[in-house]
Nanobody, 115 residues
Framework: VQLQASGGGSVQAGESLRLSCAAS????????IGWFRQVPGKQREVISC????????YYADSVKGRFTISRDGAKNTVYLQMDSLRPDDTAVYYC?????????WGQGTLVTVSS
């Protein structure tokens, strides 16, 4: 099983990015998928997740109203659309899948937001 996170980059405050989490060896539609982020010296925090069956979503207060998680079953990919980015969104972003009591992580993609 491999998760590949991509789409990070350097943007100005107020701009948008879309992160992708593509999987091999795992059907993402079958499992809950989360997006996390980590700033050096701080704990990794969950910012959004989507359930497997009903596709219910969760957002941390810090991103609610600005970020949108979605999935494309045909592409076996989960996305995180990030709008109205702020400097405090700067972090390494990771995707995670909980499958059969195991936790799989992507390699992380860096998002840098400058003011």
């Amino acid at each position: 099983v491999q998760l590949q996170a991509s789409g990070g980059g350097s943007v100005q405050a107020g701009e948008s990015l879309r992160l992708s989490c593509a999987a091999s060896g795992l059907t993402l539609n079958h499992y809950p998928i989360g997006w996390f982020r980590q700033v050096p010296g701080k704990q990794r925090e969950v910012i959004s997740c989507i359930t497997s069956a009903a596709g219910s979503t969760y957002y941390a207060d810090s991103v609610k109203g600005r970020f949108t998680i979605s999935r494309d079953g045909a592409k076996n990919t989960v996305y995180l659309q990030m709008d109205s980015l702020r400097p405090d969104d700067t972090a390494v972003y990771y995707c995670n899948a909980l499958a059969e009591s195991r936790s799989y992580w992507g390699q992380g993609t860096l998002v840098t937001v400058s003011s």
